[in-house]
């Protein structure tokens, strides 16, 4: 079973199709918090604690406003420019955007120094379609971040060339660190965790991924490594000389994560002149 791996994936009673805006699946998430416990908060799979001292600049923690006035983690998102956030389709798609903030310059979701902006609004690629295509979004937020070269930074998107297999890539999020995001023995660390693995041919992963475009690329590690609910939207980035570029947008897997199935992510050279047209 392939599924957008968002937090709320697997409680698919809570998933409803939506009416105004007919692309794929909007999550409840007022449903979705005020069933989970307040301290639960989920991340990838076989990963690592980003140390204490390190930060992953780009990285964001997109939040939903509850209706009990709490801001919960639901997805991740990478700052590609100081008022400009990447993200996927899925997980703004039908959501109310005055109810989106944004983190920056934190490794622990219970860290309250880090930079909050609000979402002022945000578009979906106009061709996303779910579990198929075209799962990225930008939102504009505001006030812009401050880029200070350690906790807050961008990262660079301006590529349009095509990466192939075997890349050394690094992902990094919040997401369930177990196969499941959700169940009464999940327990859920707030530090950002870090996964390298490596990219995969797309002919490859499409004998397992069948859904797969050539808008998409896939990373897979073997069983028990992987992203999960939670990492949706998030970054996965690789070398670019001295510097890192990202190559993807966390946006769907299995169900079972981590199971030895690739890990799907929006290809952002794809997209690279639908990022340049929104970036002004
Ligand atoms: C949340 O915690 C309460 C009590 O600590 C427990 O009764 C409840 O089942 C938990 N809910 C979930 C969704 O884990
Ligand atoms: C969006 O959320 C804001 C703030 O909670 C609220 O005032 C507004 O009515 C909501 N808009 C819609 C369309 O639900």
């Known amino acids: 079973m392939e599924a957008r791996w968002n937090l709320v994936l697997l409680l698919l009673g809570l998933l409803q199709l939506t009416t105004g805006n007919p692309v794929g699946n909007v999550i409840d998430l007022d ?45 991740g998102g990478s700052l590609i420019a100081p008022n400009r956030v990447l993200t996927a389709a899925h997980c703004v798609n039908g959501q109310n955007a005055s109810r989106i903030s944004v983190v920056a310059g934190i490794r622990d979701l219970n860290d309250n120094t880090g930079n909050r902006a609000l979402v002022q609004s945000y578009e979906m690629n106009e061709h996303y379609e779910e579990l198929v295509t075209s799962d990225i979004a930008i939102l504009k937020i505001d006030p812009p971040f401050e880029l200070d070269g350690k906790r807050v930074g961008t990262i660079d998107v301006s590529s349009n060339e095509l990466v192939g297999a075997d890349q050394e ?112």
């Open 31 to 75: 449903a979705y918090f005020e069933m989970a416990n307040s301290s639960s908060q989920e991340r990838v799979v076989g990963g690592y604690d980003v140390p204490d001292d390190e930060y992953v600049p780009y990285q964001v923690s997109m939040q939903f406003l509850t209706r009990s006035g709490k801001m919960r983690h639901f997805c």
């Open 169 to 280: 890539v690094l992902l990094t999020g919040w997401g369930s660190v177990f196969h499941f995001g959700t169940g009464p023995f999940a327990k859920y660390p707030t530090i950002l965790q870090k996964l390298s693995y490596k990219t995969l041919d797309n002919a490859k992963c499409k004998q397992t991924m069948t859904q797969l475009t050539d808008t998409e690329i896939c990373a897979l590690e073997r069983f028990g490594k992987g992203a999960c609910n939670g990492d949706s939207g998030g970054p996965l980035v690789m070398a670019n000389g001295e510097s890192l570029k990202q190559v993807g947008v966390v946006s769907y897997g299995t169900a079972f994560c981590a199971s030895n199935s690739p890990d799907v992510y929006t290809r952002v050279s794809m997209f690279d002149a639908w990022i340049k047209e929104r970036m002004a």
